[in-house]
Nanobody, 124 residues
Framework: QVQLVESGGGLVQAGGSLRLSCAAS????????MGWFRQAPGKEREFVTA????????YYADSVKGRFTISRDNAKNTVYLQMNSLKPEDTAVYYC?????????????????WGQGTQVTVSS
């Protein structure tokens, strides 16, 4: 079992940057694919980005491509989300998620483990 704890959210002006972290417990972190999802008020949870267990493959939603970067440090059991050029429409609660067996990496239901979320607010 894996427990996930996100941090790094906050309030930032449009055009600014934030770096989210997701710390995972457990010895088998390196075997998990990791994803970031977000949920804005009144909207469904949506895929943001994901990274393979090795870090060799990354996936991005079109809305964040070129602005966000996912990375992981398996020695530290941590996955990161660097968010640059933030826009007000990026405002949401951001969740990290993990699973070992994923067919559709952009689908939230594929992930078994979830963090509690961290709020990101981008002001215009």
């Amino acid at each position: 079992q894996v427990q996930l704890v996100e941090s790094g959210g906050g309030l930032v002006q449009a055009g600014g940057s934030l770096r989210l972290s997701c710390a995972a417990s457990g010895r088998t972190f390196s075997s998990y694919a990791m994803g970031w999802f977000r949920q804005a008020p009144g909207k469904e949870r949506e895929f943001v980005t994901a990274i393979s267990w090795s870090g060799g493959t990354t996936y991005y939603a079109d809305s964040v491509k070129g602005r966000f970067t996912i990375s992981r440090d398996n020695a530290k059991n941590t996955v990161y989300l660097q968010m640059n050029s933030l826009k007000p429409e990026d405002t949401a609660v951001y969740y990290c998620a993990a699973d070992t067996h994923i067919i559709n990496i952009v689908a939230a239901h594929e992930y078994e483990y979830w963090g509690q979320g961290t709020q990101v607010t981008v002001s215009s």
